[in-house]
């Protein structure tokens, strides 16, 4: 059974916790399914970059730019962000170049970490905004690679304060443009909260993650419930969800709002948005 949220705690330090309950089994299979990560793999290999992070300048409570195209990278930019005492800034793979631009320099962030297909967007992003070091999950020319932050030692995940910044999304407002929609470390705990009475996601359970979606928020919340309650999470592309399900024995679905999946044994869908 996954231990009661706390609020005075981030996700990232109650994450480390569930890890050591479940430090051999799966936590974070990539989409291909090259890179698996044991919880206990996880944990190390988020506090070994957080402290990549902090040798290359990240400051506690500096935003970072996540602009990625899938739940793994995802979970590593955001968990290692926090364990740096950063805020992870999602930036939705839906905007255009001008608007990511637009969002980043908005919040101020000196950093972004992306993926490919979408390294080369980010770059030009980041060109037009504050943003001085683009760090990739992949080989891409003028990035820094992510696998170079994991020499430097390990960081372990700072305090929080409940009504500090855990998140930083950015949502359309009525008038199409962007807008800031920051969450606390209260906050999520909130949200985790009632999905914890909602969602009944166990470690029995292989949940397989369509990309980010939308702002992040519902996103975020429901890939992080999975994961506190030691579940294995699959990234897969959206219209491969049927097929990761049968392979890796699907039991749940993280899916954007609207999609249906007809695998050969039903799923468990999570709609965001």
């Known amino acids: 059974m996954a231990r009661p949220l706390r609020a005075d705690m981030s996700v990232t330090q109650q994450l480390v916790e569930t890890a050591v309950a479940h430090g051999d089994g799966d936590a974070l299979v990539g989409s291909n399914a090259d890179r698996r990560h044991t919880y206990a793999g996880l944990v190390s290999t988020l506090m070994r970059a957080a402290a990549g992070l902090a040798w290359r300048g990240l400051r506690p409570r500096d935003v970072v730019g996540v602009y990625v195209p899938d ?15 950063g805020i992870p800034c999602p930036v939705s793979p839906d905007l255009s170049v001008p608007e990511a631009a637009g969002q980043l320099a908005d919040c101020g962030a000196r950093m972004l970490l992306t993926a490919q297909p979408l ?58 443009t962007l807008q800031p929609a920051g969450l606390t470390h209260l906050d999520l705990a909130a949200q985790l909260h009632e999905l914890t009475s909602t969602a009944d996601v166990t470690a029995a359970d292989v949940v397989l993650a369509a990309p980010p979606v939308g702002d992040g928020r519902s996103y975020t919340a429901v890939v992080d419930h999975a994961l ?46």
């Not at 739940?71 to 005492?85: E, Q």
């Not at 037009?128 to 020499?151: E, H, K, Y």
């Not at 699959?234 to 249906?260: D, F, R, S, W």
Request: a neutral charge; one cysteine or more; charged letters at 10%.
């Open 71 to 85: 739940v793994a990278c995802y979970v590593l930019a955001c968990h290692a962000i926090r364990a740096a005492g």
């Open 119 to 176: 390294a080369a967007a980010g770059l030009a992003a980041a060109d037009r905004s504050w943003v001085r070091q683009v760090i990739s999950f992949c080989d891409a020319p003028a990035t820094t690679p992510f696998s170079s932050l994991l020499g430097m030692g390990t960081l372990q995940p700072p305090t929080a304060r409940p009504h500090d910044l855990a998140l930083l999304p950015y949502t359309r407002a009525a008038d199409g």
């Open 228 to 273: 506190l309650h030691g579940a294995t999470v699959v990234a897969a592309m959206t219209e491969q969800l049927a097929m990761a399900a049968a392979k890796h024995g699907g039991t749940a679905a993280i899916v954007p709002a609207g999609v249906n999946v007809q695998a050969a044994e039903p799923l468990r869908l999570f709609a965001v948005i």
